[in-house]
């Protein structure tokens, strides 16, 4: 089957973006990770999907698969990357554009500069919703904000190397959803952090049932943080926007940031404001701006998997 795509890419974290909105293309889990795959495919973090709007109160359906081939909440980046798609291909004239993603609803705004403003929502807390799962696990307050000790699978580790070979015993980390899970914790310096090491073992720990994107937070005043994020199904990516959103949201919440904060990724820059701690107000949404390119169009021929 050969079909038409565009690769695209908000602050580094790529996509390829499918256009559904006349038919359904029916692919299989194999055949977007083979659309994902950098060596036989086109490479990407996640694939993006346009459907028709399921009611006359949405613009579109926004459905998301990482490189893994499995389908997941949300992705802020990749929202972005959605409204710049629709628009270009004449899908929509609207600036303000409402979409279903999987849980629910967002707003994407194109602005004048030509960066786009994603209203995410507001963070879930409640941990059963996120979910996680917190029976045995001890915390702390910083602030007000939960900080769980979570213990470190070491059996992850390679050969010759120990629990004490730049892998941390715990992480600990403050837990949040914007539409899939976030685990955050601070750092003194991204650059030395052990996002490899750790970000896999965080990702898939037994506290998180539908694992969990893996943060690294540096701060480096109220109102600027660098970011890494090990991502759930895709690995360390350039930028993370759900994960950008997550962490100013709990960097706020124990006190350490203002309201509104530039997010230095390896990608580029993302700026995520939220008043929901200055308003008392957690179900305040959080606000993502940022740029989306378009880098090329093409065809590819997807084969038959299993």
Not at 65 to 76: K, L, Q, R, S, T
Not at 111 to 137: C, H, I, W, Y
Not at 156 to 173: C, M, Q
Not at 199 to 218: C, D, K, L, T
Request: net charge negative; proline share 5%.
């Amino acid at each position: 089957m050969r079909i038409r795509f565009t690769k695209m890419q908000g602050a580094g974290n790529d996509f390829v973006v499918l256009d559904e909105t006349r038919a359904r293309l029916k692919l299989n889990t194999a055949q977007y990770r083979f659309l994902a795959d950098r060596h036989f495919g086109v490479g990407a973090d996640q694939i993006l999907t346009v459907r028709p709007a399921p009611n006359d109160s949405l613009d579109f359906e926004y459905v998301i698969h990482n490189a893994d081939g499995g389908e997941v909440e949300h992705c802020g980046n990749g929202a972005r990357c959605f409204v710049r798609y629709v628009r270009d291909k004449g899908l929509t004239t609207k600036d303000l554009i409402r979409v279903k993603v999987q849980q629910g609803e967002i707003e994407l705004q194109m602005n004048a500069d030509g960066r786009v403003t994603v209203n995410m929502g507001g963070p879930v807390l409640d941990l059963p919703k996120v979910p996680f799962n917190s029976e045995g696990l001890a915390h702390n307050l910083v602030n007000g904000c939960e900080v769980w000790h979570l213990p470190l699978n070491t059996h992850h580790l390679t050969k010759g190397e120990t629990a004490h070979a730049n892998v941390a015993a715990f992480a600990n980390v403050a837990v949040v959803s914007m539409g899939n899970p976030h685990a955050v914790q601070v750092v003194s310096n991204v650059d030395t952090a052990p996002v490899s090491k750790d970000g896999p073992m965080i990702e898939s720990h037994s506290a998180f049932p539908n694992r969990v994107n893996a943060g690294f937070m540096q701060i480096l005043s109220r109102d600027a943080i660098r970011l890494r994020v090990f991502e759930r199904g895709a690995g360390e990516t350039l930028a993370c926007g759900t994960g950008a959103c997550a962490a100013v949201v709990v960097g706020i919440r124990m006190g350490l940031l203002n309201p509104k904060v530039d997010v230095h990724t390896h990608g580029g820059l993302l700026t995520i404001e939220w008043q929901g701690a200055a308003l008392n107000d957690v179900s305040q949404p959080v606000w993502m701006t940022g740029p989306a390119t378009s880098v090329f169009e093409g065809e590819i021929d997807v084969p038959e998997l299993p």
